[in-house]
């Protein structure tokens, strides 16, 4: 049975594992993010943090960083699905649902990056198809897909000629975490949806 945004989103919140894998929020109307960043062995951690403000509810999803396996059945090592993003925010606004899927990176953009995104993209397609088989519940969701860095833009090897988008996939939108802050959510630019039916 096909379900409106707040019908989905109200699906969302009543399946996903929150005490584990959910971020809560200190404030209704931002979002805010916190990753530690380990740039080289030996060196301490560097925590980003990164708010946006926001209309409408939110769920924001903490996928990695955990020790358990994401799914528990398979085996985790060495396994595409052992590779996710940072966090998955899920926005319900204006009667339609937004999921954005963010990894933090420090100054330099891994080359494992797009795979870390693919990835977070195949868990929402997972997770949308592990409602309906279990519940008959489906939405159309639209996802788009960011890096955040330190990354100084001239001449970068990582980015495309305008500094937007990833050179190995452009369907990934970079930000600095310098321009991040006191942005809206929903203002974050990807001209690069995919659509999960």
């Known amino acids: 049975m096909a379900l409106n945004a707040q019908g989905y989103f109200n699906c969302l919140k009543s399946y996903l594992h929150h005490d584990d894998y959910g971020v809560q929020q200190p404030t ?36 990695d960083g955990k020790k358990d396996r994401l799914f528990h059945f398979l085996d985790d090592t060495a396994k595409p699905w052992s590779k996710r993003c940072d966090f998955v925010i899920f926005n ?35 997770l949308q198809a592990t409602i309906n088989a279990y519940t008959g519940k489906k939405m159309q969701l639209s996802v788009t897909k960011y890096v955040f860095s330190e990354h100084e833009l001239a001449d970068s090897p990582y980015l495309d000629v305008e500094g937007k988008y990833l050179k190995r996939d452009h369907t990934i939108r970079h930000y600095r975490y310098a321009d991040l802050n006191g942005m809206a959510l929903a203002d974050l630019e990807n001209s690069n949806i995919e659509v999960i039916r």
């Not at 209704?28 to 990753?35: M, N, R, S, T, Y």
């Not at 062995?41 to 939110?58: A, M, W, Y």
């Not at 899927?101 to 990835?119: G, N, R, Y």
Request: a positive charge.
């Open 28 to 63: 209704a109307g931002a979002v805010v993010l916190k990753e530690k960043i380990h740039k080289a062995q030996g060196e301490r951690p560097k925590e980003f943090k990164v708010t946006l403000s926001t209309e409408g509810n939110v769920i924001v999803i903490k996928l």
């Open 92 to 126: 319900l606004r204006k009667s339609k649902l937004f999921p954005y899927c963010m990894e933090f990176k420090s100054a330099t953009i891994p080359p494992d990056v797009p795979d870390q995104l693919t990835a977070s993209l195949a868990w929402c397609k997972a």
